[in-house]
């Protein structure tokens, strides 16, 4: 498919839909596309350099979130090892306990929840701040003996507000519920240590930080009964069957060692980015509200409403910026969003909210078009809908 | 890691576990690692184009297997896709009814109905003849009214028997079951028609045919009820949640379109091969006995008994070939093969077989050394354990 069409390649403020892959990372696939084609199960030499790989890859990626290699377990997608938490904690505890989940998870988190909830379980949906964060007295009052399962996310990927999973998780523990955390927006643009988070669970996803789509990985704290969802020939230590995606492990292992060399002095060079962004956006647009929680909030993620346009008019003006109206997952839908609905904001807040999101290879030059493109589009159809 | 160990690069005779990327397969696939990494659902061109592409490659995979494009579902393995078909029929159908496979499915088949079975779901498990053909006289015992689903695969990845689906498919749509083939060791080396098959659920595997691992696809008859296994945004019709794969997904269409292509003159390249290595392997070695269906058998597949020494210490005794004992899943196994075993061989029969299994880089002068060094190893072994 020709990349030079018409279209053209807009400055890409969408990181948190997907990341482009750092040619690092593809570097490092390579090999595994061409000759390291082995089966990691086959006992030969093509089989022993897949399966080294592949072990390679979980050192790396244990040694990102503070766990142990053994702990690792690589899936299809974040979605699906959303699903293997949620589902296989529910599958191995049995039926009849109670969930816990914020207002503002992720689809592959609330629908498993819903899943559930309609085989009979019991399902508290915890209430969120207008910053996006989690009220944890709402949260001490659900969380309660009885309680299976505690799911929050750690970042969130409209506004970027990251959670105080510290706490749930010791709400959770003291409960005797275990604790699971998707980090599939935080895993790579935030320290994220498993044993200070008290996770039990938690979630990564290779195409939120570098690494192609289509792997992501579970961490399962050893002695953490989980029962596999999916069931064939015993691998990933029973808990994932299916022969080992060798590039995208390779991928995903290469994008955790580059993400905890360069974590420090990345997330500093977003926020600075992201910080100036805002800024100039603020400068021009008067009476541009910011969503979320300033405090704690992803380096790269700015979600913004601007004052009397719709988000996706505003966009669908501004042709040489790819960004995001809601949450990425659902084409052509110019339905409210969830989250922003969650964190109480107005209808038409939430309709005008852009999410701008900046990775690697955002720089400033991007980031003052971006602005100037923006603030020039929503001047003009200001003075379309008002004129003078 | 480096491809040029000591152990260098045997003669690949393991197509059946795993096959090498084709080259064209992976310059179909570099665009989507390098500039193409945008999210098939963000509505600008970043997206749209991977949207375009995942299409592309989901219209050439209909092709090779006579569907239309919108019945095929992509999963990140043909070991979901499998747990896709079966769970999700048993799932959409309700509690208690009656399974049916075969004796000789992959661990992805006989697992989730070994697991529907814990859940009270009654299972029929069909026997094979000598040659590993499903018997038509107890698959129509065995199928009958309330039965929900029959699951039969295609060709068999350890000794390459091809099964009379179009028979069996006829007994449980008269029977009002779903009929679900794992093709998974089929589609890409013989021609796979759904139609033909009467397959309402197919199963095809990336890295049986030249693409990558984690990449799998399941045929869904427009109409055929099934049900998720995993909740999520939404994504391929509900059916298999998760941001699409846009790379593997693509080399699964290139794959499929060069398979569609080459595929009559490479089955003749193969069989020609598999039968000169089998030949040039009888000459050599007295009472070498070939397990399976000849007239009925995958074109590159030989599974074969040398007399008087167990399959993997003759492999071992081979170091520049590169080939398989039992089933690939499991490294470092020297159990005897279940197939061999519901194929009625005795153990030692079984403890004897060696699968060599040939493919589209497979060339005459490989199949020539291996044959001389595998027939070499033989006589040496003979030697050894019956000093003259």
Chains 1, 2 share one sequence.
């Not at 069409?5 to 400055?11: D, E, Q, Y």
């Not at 706490?167 to 895993?187: I, K, N």
């Not at 701008?356 to 379309?384: K, P, Y």
Request: proline share 5%; with cysteine.
């Amino acid at each position: 498919m020709n990349m030079d069409t018409k279209t053209g390649n807009p400055i890409y403020l969408d990181y948190n839909a997907t990341t482009p892959l750092d040619p690092r990372v593809v570097e490092a696939m390579l090999p595994w596309l061409r000759g390291g084609y082995g089966n990691p199960s086959s006992d030969h030499p093509y089989g022993h350099r897949a399966r080294a790989a592949v072990a390679e890859a979980r050192a790396h990626i244990a040694a990102l979130i503070g766990a142990k290699a053994g702990e690792i377990i690589f899936t299809g997608s974040a979605t699906e090892a959303n699903n293997l938490a949620i589902l296989g904690t529910a599958r191995v505890r049995g039926k009849g306990g109670k969930l816990v989940c914020s207002a503002i998870e992720h689809p592959s988190v609330a629908q498993p929840m819903q899943h559930l909830a309609g085989e009979g379980w019991q399902l508290a949906v915890l209430p969120v701040d207008a910053g996006g964060q989690v009220l944890l007295p709402a949260a001490a009052q659900a969380i309660s003996t009885g309680t299976t399962l505690v799911s929050v996310m750690l970042a969130n990927n409209e506004v970027g507000t990251i959670q105080p999973i510290a706490a749930l998780a010791g709400l959770a523990h003291a409960a005797g519920a275990a604790m699971h955390v998707d980090a599939a927006q935080a895993v790579g643009k935030i320290p994220v240590d498993v044993d200070a988070l008290g996770a039990d669970l938690l979630t990564l996803a290779g195409h939120k930080f570098y690494a192609p789509k289509g792997v992501g990985a579970v961490f399962v704290r050893s002695g953490t009964p989980l029962a596999a969802i999916q069931f064939g020939a015993g691998h990933e230590g029973g808990l994932r069957p299916g022969t080992e995606n060798v590039p995208h492990i390779v991928a995903l292992g290469e994008a955790a060692r580059l993400a905890k060399l360069e974590l420090e002095a990345e997330m500093a060079r977003l926020r600075q980015l992201r910080d100036t962004l805002q800024r100039h956006l603020a400068a021009a647009i008067p009476g541009l509200l910011v969503n979320g929680q300033a405090d704690a909030c992803l380096p790269g993620t700015l979600n913004v409403s601007f004052p009397g346009i719709e988000g996706w008019r505003l966009l669908a003006a501004v042709p040489e910026l790819a960004a995001s109206t809601g949450s990425a997952c659902h084409a052509g839908q110019h339905a409210a969003s969830g989250v922003l609905g969650a964190m109480g904001l107005s209808a038409g807040r939430a309709a005008a909210a852009l999410r701008l999101s900046l990775g690697r290879f955002t720089t400033l030059d991007e980031v003052g078009t971006a602005a100037r493109a923006l603030s020039a589009a929503w001047g003009a159809a200001r003075t379309v809908s008002n004129p003078a």
